[in-house]
């Protein structure tokens, strides 16, 4: 198993690099988000996976743990390939993928290719567990009517420079607190408190 290269980038693309190792060069497909954080390095020590098909062996390539342990997640379920789990780390933060399926936010994948509805669903159905047990947050149900006014002020304290993830979890702790009569304003002002 390669578990990472560390050497000289000799080629980069948002989807590839090319990573020289003692004068050997691998092909490491990357998501958007690793080609953000090693495009302007010149050597590199990147994580890697190695998927092994009938007809392939294909090197992926991570910035960090955090999304290796994501991109893992997404390929153990049914009708998530590598490609497709590389696409959807091309398309949101690490972060954004964890609060979507814990906040079980279906909509928030309609924005990648690839993934309809009943993909999204079994995304949640799959992950959530797993990743409510990695991040420690209690699992919670958001009420329908809560939705819109959490979404505001989710994008709001995001804005703001705030961690989706923490937001996530204050916004969860706030609404399970009083899960009625609570507006955007109000909500945004109490997460506030909690975050600061």
């Known amino acids: 198993m390669i578990t990472y290269l560390k050497g000289i980038i000799t080629h980069k693309t948002p989807t590839f690099i090319v990573v020289e190792v ?20 010149e050597s590199v ?4 996976q190695l998927i092994i098909r009938e007809d392939s062996h294909t090197l992926y390539g991570f910035a960090d743990e955090a999304e ?3 991109f893992l997640h ?7 390939g590598p490609s497709t789990a590389q696409l959807l780390l091309s398309s949101m933060q690490p972060d954004e993928v964890r609060a979507a399926v814990i906040g079980e936010n279906d909509a928030a994948f309609g924005k ?10 079994r995304i949640i159905l799959d992950l959530k567990d797993k990743l409510v047990k990695e991040s420690g947050e209690a699992p919670l149900t958001i009420l329908p009517q809560d939705n819109t006014i959490r979404e505001e002020a989710l994008s709001a304290l995001v804005a ?3 961690s989706r993830i923490e937001v996530q979890k204050t916004l969860n702790k706030i609404l399970k607190e009083q899960p009625a009569g609570t507006n955007v304003e109000t909500l945004i002002k109490l997460a506030l408190k909690h975050l600061s």
């Open 74 to 80: 997404l390929i153990s379920v049914s009708g998530i």
């Open 160 to 162: 703001l420079g705030f």
């Open 22 to 41: 003692n004068g050997v060069g691998y092909h490491v497909h990357i998501s958007l988000n690793t080609y953000i954080k090693v495009e302007k390095l």
């Open 45 to 48: 020590k990147i994580l890697t």
């Open 68 to 70: 290796r342990t994501l």
């Open 112 to 121: 990648v290719k690839g993934i309809g509805p009943k993909t999204a669903k």
